[in-house]
T-cell receptor
Framework: EAGVVQSPRYKIIEKKQPVAFWCNPI?????LYWYRQNLGQGPELLIR????????DSQLPKDRFSAERLKGVDSTLKIQPAELGDSAVYLC??????????????FGQGTRLTVV | AQSVTQPDIHITVSEGASLELRCNYS??????LFWYVQSPGQGLQLLLK??????LVQGIKGFEAEFKRSQSSFNLRKPSVHWSDAAEYFC???????????FGTGTRLKVLA
């Protein structure tokens, strides 16, 4: 079974430029997460989707970040314009959730963004 | 509010020695607890999880963790460390029903040959 697939693995852009990250979750997983991991820190949740609905985007900087999950499968995270402080690893994760019990999140390899 | 504390930023052990990584959490009810491992340039891989039941949880790669409610802890252990265990380890807590996972800041493990 394929895991969570993210692309690109690495991205270097100049500040003020736009950038987009793509995520394909594990087949059948209804919940998708985008996390940001700063150097030396743990991942921090940006947004969580259940199917195509964003159910928790309280930590997403909405002035420059946007995300979508059309058809409840793949997802794209966009930053426009990028700032130097956005340099981080962006991790996508997915899980199969139900009302009865949490399940663990499975992570992709991440996209390392460097803004220069 | 939920929080996770990993008191040790770096730990160095010799190959073959035992290992214990500490994790303390703050949560008002019974949490869902996880340990993940991250190798350089890689995503996070789940080592083990605790949802309910037996407080001693076995995971992959010979790791185990014990949930101690009285101490709000979920420490990760391994009886004999291998050089390939060198990585960063993250403890995470999940809130029942919200599926929101809060991660600690991680412990970087170095293994001496």
């Amino acid at each position: 079974e394929a895991g969570v697939v993210q692309s690109p693995r690495y991205k270097i852009i100049e500040k003020k430029q736009p950038v987009a990250f793509w995520c394909n979750p594990i087949s059948g997983h209804n919940t998708l997460y985008w996390y940001r991991q700063n150097l030396g820190q743990g991942p921090e949740l940006l947004i969580r989707y259940e199917n195509e609905e964003a159910v928790d985007d309280s930590q997403l900087p909405k002035d420059r970040f946007s995300a979508e999950r059309l058809k409840g499968v793949d997802s794209t995270l966009k930053i426009q314009p990028a700032e130097l402080g956005d340099s981080a690893v962006y991790l996508c994760a997915s899980s199969s959730t139900s009302r009865r019990q949490n399940t663990e999140a499975f992570f992709g390899q991440g996209t390392r963004l460097t803004v220069v | 509010a939920q929080s996770v504390t990993q008191p040790d930023i770096h730990i160095t052990v010799s190959e073959g020695a035992s290992l214990e990584l500490r994790c303390n959490y703050s949560y008002g009810a019974t949490p869902y607890l996880f340990w993940y491992v991250q190798s350089p340039g890689q995503g996070l891989q789940l080592l083990l999880k605790y949802f309910s039941g037996d407080t001693l949880v076995q995971g992959i790669k010979g790791f185990e963790a014990e949930f101690k409610r009285s101490q709000s802890s979920f420490n990760l252990r391994k009886p004999s460390v291998h050089w390939s265990d060198a990585a960063e380890y993250f403890c995470a807590v999940g809130a029942s029903g919200t599926y929101k996972y809060i991660f600690g800041t991680g412990t970087r493990l170095k293994v001496l040959a």
